[in-house]
């Protein structure tokens, strides 16, 4: 499955939320940048007045980076389009796959409207992010051909697709995600830790060498500080023990699918997956809420 065969509106809505993500993390790098420069400026490089209005500039600018954020909230625009992005797939998948709640019925047009009831209901249950997710792709279809083509498939082949498709690449995202935030954790760490080491040098030259005055304690103590905020906002150990345990339920989950032989057994553990991943999901959404 490409990106263009899902839904235009989880198009929209993944696209948006990749678009806030980037705004969310871009305004903080600048406010952790510029509090890092004036920390730099703090040293006293010149007397100058200019120099002192740069100074206060950049602390004027900090603030105004701050406010816009806390008046536009990014991220709550990216978790949002997260959550509803990720509510379209999973059900996409169920509707392919011929799982409850998008089961056969005698005529092809039953299954197609209850899912286009669901999109226009989580439509309706995110008005709040309308227009947020309102673009060019609002004209394009909800229910692919693709989708179509899929669903209209015998059972061993929706197996098969499901299985490469969805089990497979869900185990190998998550495997993926999980080994790259435990090395993220690494090197943030590992860098605030010199950071911490370099700045302990700068103090103990204050006293081996006094006539040093222009040491970068200050702006390495906000760097370090920094680090320590991103290390929190990322919540690497976190996400990397989260994904590593989702990995495994979806591989304790695979073998089962080698043994159904039936349409219903088949619904229920398309609909036991896409719970596991919903789940994951859920539980990365009110992580992002405890910041």
């Known amino acids: 499955m490409e ?32 509090l890092i420069f004036a920390a730099i400026l703090s040293m006293g490089f010149s007397e ?20 816009f954020r806390a008046v536009r909230k990014p991220e709550q625009d990216w978790y949002r389009c997260r959550a509803l992005a990720e509510s379209i797939k999973t059900s996409t998948w169920r509707y392919m796959m011929r799982a ?27 008005r709040h992010i309308g227009s947020g997710i309102a673009d060019e792709l609002a004209a394009e279809h909800q229910i692919t051909p693709r989708m179509e083509e899929i669903r209209s498939l015998d059972l061993k082949a929706r197996k098969k697709m499901y299985k490469e498709q969805r089990i497979d690449n869900q185990r190998k995202w998550y495997a993926k995600k999980s080994s790259d935030n435990r090395k993220a954790s690494k090197i ?51 996400l990397a023990s989260a994904y590593a345990l989702t990995a495994h339920e979806i591989g304790i989950l695979q073998p089962r699918l080698d043994e159904i032989n039936e349409e219903v057994s088949f619904s229920d553990f398309v609909n036991e997956a896409e719970l596991a991943f919903s789940r994951e999901h859920t539980q990365w959404v009110a992580r992002q809420h405890q910041e």
């Open 3 to 34: 990106t263009n065969d899902y839904p235009a509106l989880y198009r929209s809505a993944d696209r948006s939320s990749n678009t806030e993500q980037h705004e969310y993390l871009s305004l903080l790098r600048t406010e952790y940048g510029l």
């Open 48 to 67: 100058k007045s200019l120099y002192h209005v740069l100074y206060a500039l950049v602390f004027v600018l900090a603030a105004a980076v701050l406010l």
């Open 100 to 126: 409850e709640p998008f089961v056969d019925a005698p005529t092809v047009q039953v299954p197609r409207a209850e899912f286009r009831n669901f999109l226009a209901e989580i439509l309706r249950a995110n």
């Open 188 to 238: 943030w760490v590992g860098a605030t830790i010199l950071v911490y080491i370099a700045a302990t040098v700068t103090v103990l030259l204050r006293i081996a060498k006094p006539e040093w005055i222009l040491l970068p304690t200050e702006p390495l103590i906000v760097l370090a500080a920094s680090f320590i905020g991103w290390i929190q906002i990322k919540k690497f150990n976190e």
